[in-house]
């Protein structure tokens, strides 16, 4: 990729749009490095909030809103920045290097940053009936209101969200239904053996698996109960639907921005979008030099660690590349699963067992005897020292430049 220049030693002001895990970051890492120019952040909900818990906790019902706030009143504070929350941003010039809000007023800037995260993506076979999403505390807070125990909840999507809502739904004695079209689900991102034990796990507390159909069609009675007709022509029936499957980035308010919005803020590997623009978080699509393609990560650790990169890159002190070992964790039940590293289909895997009593397993994946990715199944003490030798591993292979 071609450097895109940079900027000035400290910009004056620095425009985030996005107020969530990945914008809060960047503002309180360029806080913490000394940036003592104008800071604003504009974000369209009301709370900088975190999201992980609305498919456990806050679901649950054993953690209540404030407990997800990102920041305490004071720490917000302390950014001394102009928080437009309830905001909108609504477009990005990047030549004239402003930034326009719902409200009419115009915020030039020397760097901007687009932290805007990703929304639920909505299935045609379900839109017409309102379905569940689960994006927003708000999202959470309608789902959680219906699930009473004896009723059934139909989940389509039987990824990370979709079966984490659907163990939380179980605890909370609600009947559970899964429609996912592959027949394995997750195995593309767990490995095949772990992704069957969190079927069986997910089977045993009584999840109903319908693998390897999709929605062919919708419809609602009076009393608003969903039938669900499926590929395989037989249908489900439940008083509450949650689409589970898959996101879209939130890139409407840039049509017209001179960026490339295809599937993400497309960024250099130091995630920069244009002079001047950098993209963090869930929507940042950048160049990984090592898989030598564009990539998104939505993973909670990954806004983090891209925040960490963007302010360093707006403040001119970092020049390397953004080559992340990733790392997520998902609840379901009383099994925390933790995936450091990218998983591919081609890697060896090797099981170990850890302890039988936690049924804790750590497994390897290797190419040609090098490690590629690990997973610990309650294992999180074992699996950080195994990704602190990734980190050490990936430091080594930057340093010597491949
Ligand atoms: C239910 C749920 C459970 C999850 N569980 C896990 C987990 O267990 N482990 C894990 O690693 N990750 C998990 N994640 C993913 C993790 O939460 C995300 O990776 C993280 O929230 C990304 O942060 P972000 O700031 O990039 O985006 P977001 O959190 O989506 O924030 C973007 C913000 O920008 C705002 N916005 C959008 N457009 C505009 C605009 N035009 N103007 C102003 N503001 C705008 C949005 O409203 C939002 O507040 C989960 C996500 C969800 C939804």
């Known amino acids: 990729m071609s450097s895109m ?47 992980p818990p609305l498919s456990k906790q806050f679901l649950a019902g054993q953690w209540a809103e ?12 302390s950014l001394d920045a102009r928080l437009l929350l309830g905001t909108r941003a609504v477009g990005l010039d990047s030549g004239r290097r402003t930034i326009t809000d719902d ?3 115009t915020h030039p800037f020397d760097a901007a940053v687009i932290a805007t995260g990703v929304r639920p993506r909505m299935l045609d076979a379900l839109s017409a009936g309102r379905p569940h999403v689960l994006r927003t505390v708000s999202d959470a807070t309608a789902l959680r209101a219906r699930l009473r125990p004896g009723t059934r909840l ?23 239904v899964v429609v996912e079209p592959s027949t394995l689900p997750l195995s593309d991102r767990l490995g095949r053996t772990a992704s069957a034990r969190l079927v069986d796990l997910h089977r045993s507390r009584g999840t109903d698996f319908r693998l390897g159909v999709s929605v062919a069609g919708s419809s609602r009675d009076e009393q608003g109960v969903w039938t669900l007709e499926l590929t395989d022509h037989s249908t489900v029936t439940a008083e509450d639907v949650l689409v589970a499957a898959g996101s879209v980035p939130q890139t409407d308010w840039l049509a017209g921005s001179g960026l490339d919005i295809s599937s993400g803020v497309r960024c250099d590997a130091m995630c920069r979008a244009a002079p001047h623009v950098w993209a963090v978080g869930d929507i940042a699509r950048w160049w990984d030099d090592r898989h030598q393609a564009h990539i998104r990560l939505e993973h909670r650790t990954n806004a983090i660690e891209q925040a960490d990169v963007v302010a360093k890159g707006i403040l001119g002190v970092r020049r390397e590349a953004y080559r992340p070992v990733p790392f997520f964790w998902t609840d379901h039940f009383d099994a925390r699963i933790q995936l450091a590293g990218t998983y591919s289909a081609d890697l060896t895997e090797t099981l170990i067992e850890i302890d039988s009593a936690r049924e804790s397993t750590i497994t390897l994946f290797q190419r040609d005897d090098r490690l590629a990715a690990v997973l610990g199944w309650n294992a999180p003490r074992e699996i950080q020292k195994y990704r602190r030798q990734l980190l050490l591993e990936q430091a080594d292979r930057s340093k010597a430049g491949v």
């Open 103 to 105: 409200a009419g007023r």
């Open 154 to 176: 139909a989940v389509v999507g039987g990824g990370f969200l979709g079966l984490e809502t659907a163990a939380t739904a179980l605890e909370l004695g609600v009947d559970v």
């Open 66 to 77: 404030d407990k997800l706030r990102l920041m305490s009143p004071d720490q917000l504070e």
């Open 5 to 51: 220049g940079t900027v000035s030693a400290e910009p004056e002001a620095v425009v985030i749009v996005g107020a969530s895990a990945a914008g809060t970051a960047t503002a309180s890492k360029l806080r913490r490095l000394g940036y003592a120019g104008r800071l604003t952040i504009i974000g369209d909900e009301v709370v900088p909030y975190d999201r």
